[in-house]
């Protein structure tokens, strides 16, 4: 099988997709945006984060005919690994850990009274649920698209980070 190939057809779909969420969410290429609705965050979300798996795949595709120098040591390998040259986060190059089996909890648990002081009145919590338009904090968001950019644009830097 042609790896080049394959790699190259991934990647060009993988920026395509890259393109559409970028331009769907409104986020200016290359800016940073403060705040997006939540609901728009969490579809980038959605494909965002098999894009990334997608690309780690195509990482792994592309170190596996890759050599390290012998006489490169640890200490210089890992140095620069995580500094992604000055321009920001680097793309991570393993998935998060998740813990099979146990929800993710986004609300806080209880609904009991929280008593702040014997002297004052009754305090109840706020449980309101977040609603779809909320703004949200999207600076993360767009370090992680920013990220996922740069790496696929040298996807060979990135197999000789990995």
């Known amino acids: 099988m042609n790896w080049d ?3 190259e057809v991934n990647r060009r779909a993988l920026l395509r997709l ?3 969420l970028v331009a769907g969410s ?4 290359g800016g940073v945006v403060a705040m997006l609705p939540r609901s728009v965050r969490n579809k980038v979300f959605d494909f965002l984060i098999p894009a990334e798996a997608a690309v780690r795949r195509l990482i792994v595709v592309l170190a596996q005919g890759m050599s390290v120098p012998a006489s ?3 200490a210089s390998r890992c140095g620069g690994a995580s500094s992604g040259g000055g321009r920001g986060s ?8 998740r813990q099979v089996g ?9 609904d ?7 002297d004052e ?5 706020d449980t309101s649920v977040p609603e779809p338009n909320d703004p949200i904090d999207a600076a993360r968001l767009c370090e992680r698209l920013a990220a996922l950019r740069r790496a696929l644009d040298d996807l060979p830097a990135q197999a000789r980070r990995l």
């Open 90 to 97: 680097a793309f991570r190059l393993t998935d998060a850990i």
């Open 112 to 118: 009991g009274p929280r008593i702040i002081s014997f």
């Open 18 to 20: 890259l393109r559409v």
């Open 102 to 110: 146990k929800p993710r909890r986004r609300y806080p648990k209880g």
């Open 121 to 125: 009145p009754f305090v109840a919590r």
């Open 5 to 7: 190939l394959a790699i």
């Open 26 to 29: 409104g986020l200016v290429p």
């Open 72 to 74: 490169e040591g640890r």
